[in-house]
């Protein structure tokens, strides 16, 4: 299966955060599935570290090189997502989360959050 980590389950991933669920561990280690992380979680770490960096733990840098430590796919920003974005209900606000649903849909993919907003979207969002 392949799965796009939200960006908050990307970082708890990483940083062996306890927010992180034994569901969505189980997910990320499990050696059938293709683990892929989003530059927009990249551009959205580095947004928002540099307005609170005590909230978020690690810089876009940082993000990128733990991300290829752990063998993490790189998921660019194309065209095609962006026409998915364009089709996309509003039920959620925030752009980077909006874009990242859109890459999962674009793509065939799980997408795995924590934000139970999300779940709106369909079956490619899970809740974890």
Request: glycine content about 4%; overall charge negative.
């Amino acid at each position: 299966m392949n799965v796009l980590q939200d960006t908050h389950v990307a970082l708890w991933a990483l940083t062996d955060d306890a927010k992180l669920t034994a569901e969505a561990r189980g997910l990320i280690l499990d050696e059938r599935n293709r683990i892929f992380w989003s530059v927009a979680s990249m551009w959205e770490i580095a947004i928002k570290q540099a307005l609170k960096p005590e909230k978020i733990p690690l810089s876009g840098v940082e993000f990128l090189h733990l991300c290829e430590q752990s063998g993490y796919e790189r998921l660019q920003i194309g065209e095609r997502h962006v026409v998915a974005l364009e089709s996309l209900p509003s039920i959620h606000a925030d752009p980077f989360n909006r874009i990242l649903v859109s890459q999962a849909r674009a793509e065939s993919m799980i997408f795995l959050t924590h934000d139970s907003i999300l779940s709106a979207y369909g079956e490619e969002v899970r809740v974890v």
